[in-house]
């Protein structure tokens, strides 16, 4: 059998290459299996690339050294082996590397390794940072260190640093928006801190959008509500508007019937209905009257530049005629606090007890040093209020002058 020194210089150099590749392969297996902590595979690999090595320097010995005689005896020893032996270890050796090779990728392809997890988030669209407590980063995706860049203009070297460099917990970076929280975890008994950067570009302008809706809901809301008492008041008028109409027309009727009729039970009757249609009239216009006084009251006040304060306002409890005097005396109370006390202030109020309805106007200017005589308006207002079984008077309470208009509740 022709030993393996007597090959030729070319098929030596071939088995030499062949050898230097299994190497390689090698190294990579045992990288490989000692990172995904397969040791047993990881020592068959460093076992696999000793003796390829071995095989590399023998052939690399023989080949510089055999022209002088200067080769080893291990070397010597060994090239004398037949070369078909060299060829079967060759082959071993690439056999048991291309199958720990093989199952290497694919366990990374199909198992859950430190290597998939970086490549996957690598491939995230958040930010994740790990480091200790002195600062030292563990780990940092892509992403964290695009953004880290972005922030402080400098690479994610120093944790603590970075996290510094956080002004607030959401951040405008470029044209997004980005939520970064922290926690602390203990990984080995030792305690670390993570950062995790979120995208919240979309989640932020959606909430805009909803604060922009809201408010606009908020505007609409008022408007409806104005609309609805606007409702209240247009269908008001607009029955008092029929009302009008049809008391109008049934006046019309019976003008023509009270022409046309010569029968004395007939007018007997048509008289009655003029009663009630007239009834009618002097209700609504005792209604706008009332509408129109308190008005005019308001008014009043405003252009004498004195601030009208009502407390427990109950027009109610008064009559129509009682609605007159309380009128008139109102205007009168506000025109006089302007003129002769200099009020800028007039508060009314109605109370009602089991003897009386009392109303008072109630103004904070000068108090009168002398005695409180009626003149000039008051004089005829006091003579008009005994016609209608009130009375009217005034005092000091509580360094405020008081103008006490009552009605008795005894019939």
Not at 63 to 91: E, R
Not at 120 to 144: A, E, H, P, W
Not at 216 to 226: A, P, T
């Amino acid at each position: 059998m022709v030993s393996f020194g007597m090959l030729n210089d070319i098929t030596r150099a071939f088995f030499a290459l062949w050898a230097l590749l299994l190497c390689l392969f090698n190294i990579a297996n045992s990288v490989l299996s000692f990172t995904k902590r397969k040791y047993v595979f990881g020592a068959i690999s460093v076992i696999s690339f000793g003796l390829a090595y071995v095989l590399w320097q023998v052939i690399f010995d023989y080949s510089l050294l055999d022209k002088n005689g200067d080769c080893s005896p291990m070397t010597q020893a060994m090239v004398d082996i037949g070369w078909v032996y060299w060829l079967l270890i060759i082959l071993f050796l690439t056999g048991e590397t291309t199958v720990l090779f093989i199952y290497n990728i694919h366990y990374e392809r199909n198992n859950l390794t430190a290597n998939s997890i970086k490549t996957y988030l690598d491939k995230v669209d958040c930010g994740v940072c790990c480091y200790k407590n002195n600062g030292r980063v563990l780990f940092s995706n892509i992403r964290m260190n695009e953004l880290c860049f972005q922030i402080t203009g400098s690479p994610l070297l120093n944790g603590n640093h970075f996290n510094e460099s956080l002004s607030d917990d959401l951040m405008s970076i470029g044209e997004e928006k980005w939520r970064f929280s922290t926690r602390e975890i203990i990984i080995n008994n030792e305690n670390m801190h993570e950062i995790v950067a979120t995208n919240v570009t979309n989640e932020y302008n959606k909430t805009q959008d909803l604060e922009k809706d809201k408010l606009e809901l908020s505007r609409i809301k008022k408007e409806l509500q104005d609309y609805n008492l606007s409702i209240d008041d247009v269908v008001k008028r607009q029955e008092i508007l029929q009302a009008k109409i049809n008391i109008h027309d049934e006046m019309n009727r019976l003008m023509l019937s009270s022409v046309a009729t010569e029968n004395p039970n007939e007018l007997d009757n048509i008289f009655s209905l003029w009663q009630e249609n007239a009834l009618l009239l002097f209700k609504e216009a005792e209604a706008n009257e009332s509408e129109e006084f308190m008005k005019r009251i308001v008014e009043l006040a405003k252009s004498l530049k004195m601030n009208l304060i009502w407390e427990k306002e109950d027009l109610s409890l008064l009559n129509d005629e009682q609605k007159g005097i309380f009128f008139q005396t109102a205007q009168e109370a506000i025109a006089n606090a302007s003129k002769h006390a200099n009020a800028d202030e007039m508060v009314i109020t109605i109370k009602n007890s089991n003897e009386s309805i009392e109303c008072r106007f109630i103004n904070n200017g000068v108090i009168p040093q002398k005695e409180i005589v009626f003149t000039g308006g008051l004089s005829n207002l006091e003579k008009l209020v005994k016609k209608y079984n009130a009375s009217i008077k005034a005092e000091v309470d509580n360094d405020r002058f008081v103008l006490i208009l009552s009605f008795s509740n005894k019939k």
